[in-house]
């Protein structure tokens, strides 16, 4: 492989459009989504460049009117996915011979369609399929994405020259950078199609093959993803599309021994089950799995008596409720002093009276959307009862739900007295916020709570003013968070800015958006050229005639 040191600038991060009203932009969008909206497609799996037809249908709808399909596709069977295992071992050689500047170009030009082709028809899909305001879906399916790709180039060519310092006199020492032996399995998640991108093509950058997996809510915009892949000159086999089951699929994926790794975005309990598995069968791996998972979180925000108020109020509104709070980041367990409560509150109701009163169709541009499932819908009202029949929390905004025509939960608001309810606890994915008033005399009694109630360990924040108490918390809470925001919302971490990952029960902590991620898709190879070497085999310690 050619490790020659790159000379690819860094990238900026790609605009992101606003869609004020009149604007073009605004227009363009508006009618995609009228076209995708009056169109029903079929979905086939793409195995080696081929496109299969199952006849096993699943159907995507829009969680706002789900009785609305937008497309009906094809799903994997066993047969189906060992096909994808089979095609991605056969593409594995080529593809690994193939220069770092080939697959740099080829994700370079996918960047470019998505930031310019594709770029109102991800962003409709996203809407549609995945319930998602604009503002939304052109930071995720556009902007993140061509970031994640573009970026991801300029990580490569940074581990690439990355070449060792010392040599002896005679002889040349240099590092390969291979891809992995196998295939790598990438798990993806219905809330973000640039995490769906990234988990596909950050592994095949490196020169891996890939079998992509993605979630059933999310198909018709990772299918839109695949047609871009190709069409910026993918070559066939290296990444396979194959929605389906997705126990089916870890199956099939964890029983083959040529298995190299798992990319996967999804709940705690899956990535530890895969863990479990791919454990179990150890032995029958020709190496040793790479998993990377970014997985649950209970993502949290303080409010110290110090705080700008204003700030802080904006932050949880916005923080616990775009996007239903359905991002892995999504605030839903505050920490409020309690001198601050009541001034804080006075700001944040009316601020979630106005998303609520902003709740509807996507196509609207409405802020406030669906919930992705029944499953979700059906979840966020049980948490609304067992609160309100707690004798320690009630419910203070919000609460209420219609799912008859589409997915539709209020943006609800929890205040409890016990900084152990269940929803202090529990990760939601919903658009709950749990909210604990806590003594001001009891701040770091409180923070060492935070650090310690709850497995996770992904995003956080303070809203402060007073340096020590920066200083103290960062300290006090320093593995509680992957990502840990001052006086910021701890959500909308930005590519080359904030990589992102968290740790504990929240992933492995890779920090997709960084050359950290693209070192684990690399096995280094070591190689020491001697061009003097010795035809003795005595030392210079050694008596004459030993």
């Known amino acids: 492989m050619d490790n020659a040191r790159l000379e690819i600038p860094p990238p900026e991060n790609e605009r992101v459009n606003r869609f004020p009203p009149g604007s073009a932009e605004r227009e363009r969008l508006a009618d995609e989504l009228k076209r995708q909206y009056g169109q029903r497609l079929e979905i086939p799996l793409c195995i080696g460049g081929r496109e299969v037809r199952t006849g096993r249908i699943g159907r995507a709808v829009c969680p706002h009117e789900h009785g609305h399909v937008l497309a009906e596709y094809h799903q994997a069977g066993e047969e189906e996915y060992r096909q994808a295992i089979v095609a991605a071992l056969a593409a594995r050689e080529q593809w690994a011979r193939l220069s770092w500047s080939d697959r740099a170009a080829i994700f370079l030009r996918a960047a470019e369609l998505v930031s310019g082709k594709y770029r109102f028809v991800l962003n409709a899909a996203t809407m549609l399929n995945q319930s998602k305001n604009p503002h939304e879906a052109e930071i995720d399916a556009v902007a993140e994405l061509a970031d994640f790709l573009r970026f991801n180039v300029w990580f490569m060519q940074r581990i690439y020259a990355d070449q060792p310092q010392a040599h002896a006199p005679g002889s040349w020492n240099r590092s390969c ?13 219905f809330n973000f199609t640039s995490i769906a ?6 592994p095949a950058l490196m020169g891996n093959v890939v079998v992509w997996k993605p979630a059933s809510a999310s198909v018709l915009s990772n299918f839109i993803l695949m047609e871009v892949f190709r ?6 086999g290296v990444i396979n599309f ?6 089916l ?3 099939m994926a964890l029983e083959s021994a040529h298995l190299a790794g798992v990319h996967y975005t999804g709940s705690t309990e899956v990535f530890s089950s895969l863990w479990k ?3 179990g069968r150890i032995r029958g791996y020709r190496s040793y799995p790479r998993l990377v998972g970014e997985t649950g979180g209970k993502n949290f925000v303080f409010v110290h008596p110090s705080a700008d108020l204003d700030a802080a109020a904006v932050a949880l509104a916005r923080g616990a409720f775009e996007y239903q709070g359905q991002k892995c980041s999504a605030v839903s367990r505050a920490y409020v002093a309690e001198s601050c409560w009541p001034a804080l509150w006075r700001r944040l109701e009316p601020l979630i009276g106005g998303i609520h009163r902003d709740m509807g169709d996507p196509r609207d541009f409405a802020f406030f959307n669906a919930v992705i499932s029944q499953a979700s819908f059906d979840q966020a009202m049980a948490a609304v009862r067992r609160a309100r029949q707690s004798g ?3 419910v203070i905004a919000g609460g209420g739900g219609d799912d008859r025509i589409g997915y539709f939960v209020e943006p609800t608001v929890i205040l409890t007295e016990d900084p152990l309810y269940a929803t ?5 994915f919903l658009p709950v916020l749990t909210v604990h008033v806590f003594p001001d005399e009891r701040w770091e009694e409180t923070l060492r709570l935070c650090d310690s109630s709850t497995p996770y360990a992904l995003t956080g924040a303070l809203f402060a003013s007073e340096r020590a108490v920066i200083a103290r918390t960062l300290e006090q809470l320093s593995h509680a968070a992957g990502n840990f925001y001052v006086n910021d919302k701890p959500t909308g971490a930005v590519v080359g800015q904030q990589p992102f990952g968290g740790a504990r029960a929240s992933g492995t902590n890779d920090k997709a958006g960084s050359f950290l991620n693209l070192l684990r898709w690399t096995s280094p190879q070591t190689i020491k050229e001697n061009f003097s070497p010795p035809h003795e085999f005595r030392y210079p310690f050694m008596r004459a005639g030993d």
């Open 392 to 394: 320690c929390a009630r």
């Open 231 to 236: 069409e910026a000159g993918l070559p066939d």
């Open 277 to 279: 598995s791919i454990g």
């Open 249 to 251: 699929a870890g199956r």
């Open 197 to 202: 991108g990234n988990l596909a093509s950050a």
């Open 242 to 247: 194959v929605p389906g089951p997705g126990p």
């Open 177 to 189: 950078y291979r891809p992995l032996e196998g295939f790598v399995f990438a798990v993806s998640p």
């Open 424 to 428: 202090m606890l529990e990760e939601l």
